[in-house]
């Protein structure tokens, strides 16, 4: 039999190949979404350790985030981009702990105000830029 059929990974090369399974976009745009997330924080004088903070209050934070989120220039998001950040989070919260904050039950009161916020985009801003489609 031979002793070649498993691989002998590395800590590191376990790492780097799981890091690779998203592509580069994908990658940039979370990393674009957690830095927005960390500097919303930082601006609301909030230290959040976010490996330990319940998800009750990561909810609510959540929430406020959501419902403040805008570009640097301070205008609004297209509700695509603004799309993109909320599942840019999805995947670091995933990452960091294995929380889904778009689907799971506990962050209702952030889904609700991110829905609020892409039917105010729509409505108001006129940002609205796809047809149709799910938030």
Request: with cysteine; hydrophobic share 35%.
């Amino acid at each position: 039999m031979s002793t070649n059929r498993f691989a002998q990974l590395s800590e590191e090369d376990k790492r780097c190949l799981l890091s690779s399974k998203d592509s580069k976009s994908t990658q940039k745009g979370t990393q674009v979404a957690w830095m927005a997330f960390k500097q919303w924080l930082s601006s609301k004088n909030l230290e959040v350790d976010v490996i330990d903070i319940t998800e009750t209050e990561l909810d609510v934070i959540l929430r406020d985030f959501y419902l403040e989120l805008r570009k640097q220039d301070g205008s609004m998001y297209a509700k695509t981009a603004y799309r993109a950040m909320r599942h840019g989070l999805q995947r670091k919260f995933k990452e960091l702990r294995s929380i889904d904050i778009i689907n799971d039950s506990a962050f209702k009161s952030s889904g609700n105000a991110f829905v609020a916020q892409c039917v105010d985009m729509k409505k108001r801003a006129g940002k609205d830029k796809t047809q149709g489609g799910n938030w």
